[in-house]
């Protein structure tokens, strides 16, 4: 069974640039779901992808958008960098009404 | 003020020391969850209680629904359970993605 997996690991961008990142949830999940963890901070959820479909949305500006796959892998995207954007970012699958989620280890996001 | 509160924030026990971690919230929940992460920032879930106590291992997670509070307990700690335990809650409506999480509790079990 292949678990959750991210990339890229580590990313450095430079304030109004955009990012793409990317999630492959484990096998047999349906559900996607983004959070943003700020240094000492617990993780914030951004939006939940179902079937290709947002699912939820936290509390996040339009610039950050989402796309779920067929396969039903999924990216973040951020445009217009910012400074307060720095963060690790979490994807996490699960299947639809079952819990838990399972966490990818992350992509850390520096911006400069 | 947060809706999941944790503590305490950090935490630094003797191996062998019993430890417990303590979440409270203010929302109404559907479940609540304990999760692990380590330095490298991978997340990995060890419980998810609605009600009553669950045990696995070394570890036990507890939670009062009336009170709205909840505890991890690690027993006989070991150098490996250091990392930083999150407590999250999934409110009762929404989307199941929609979880609250707290701060978290950086553990160090020293040797």
């Known amino acids: 069974e292949t678990g959750v997996t991210q990339s890229p690991t580590h990313l450095i961008k430079t304030r109004g640039q955009q990012v793409t990142l990317r999630c492959s949830s484990q096998?047999?999940?349906?559900?996607v779901s983004w959070y943003q963890q700020a240094l000492g901070q617990g993780p914030q959820f951004i939006f939940q992808?179902?079937?290709?479909?947002?699912?939820g949305r936290g509390n996040f500006p339009p610039r950050f958008s989402g796309l779920q796959f067929p396969n039903y892998s999924s990216e973040l995207n951020v445009n217009a960098l910012e400074l307060d954007d720095s963060a690790l970012y979490l994807c996490?699958?699960?299947?639809?009404?079952?819990?838990?989620?399972?966490f990818g280890d992350g992509t850390r996001l520096s911006i400069l | 003020k947060n809706e999941v509160e944790q503590s305490p924030q950090n935490l630094t026990a003797q191996e062998g020391e019993f430890i417990t971690i303590n979440c409270s919230y203010s929302v109404g929940i559907s479940a609540l969850h304990w999760l692990q992460q380590h330095p490298g920032g991978g997340i990995v879930s060890l419980f998810m209680?609605?009600?009553g106590k669950k045990k696995h291992g070394r570890l036990i997670a507890t939670i009062n629904i009336q009170e709205k509070h909840s505890s991890l307990h690690i027993t006989a700690s070991h150098p490996r359970d250091s990392a930083v335990y999150i407590c999250?809650?999934?409110?009762?409506?929404?989307?199941?993605?929609?979880?609250?999480f707290g701060k978290g509790t950086k553990l160090s079990v020293k040797p």
């Open positions: 996490a699958s699960s299947l639809a009404g079952h819990q838990p989620q399972h």
């Open positions: 209680l609605s009600s």
């Open positions: 999250a809650v999934r409110s009762g409506g929404g989307s199941q993605g929609n979880l609250i």
């Open positions: 096998s047999g999940h349906n559900t």
């Open positions: 992808y179902y079937r290709e479909e947002e699912n």
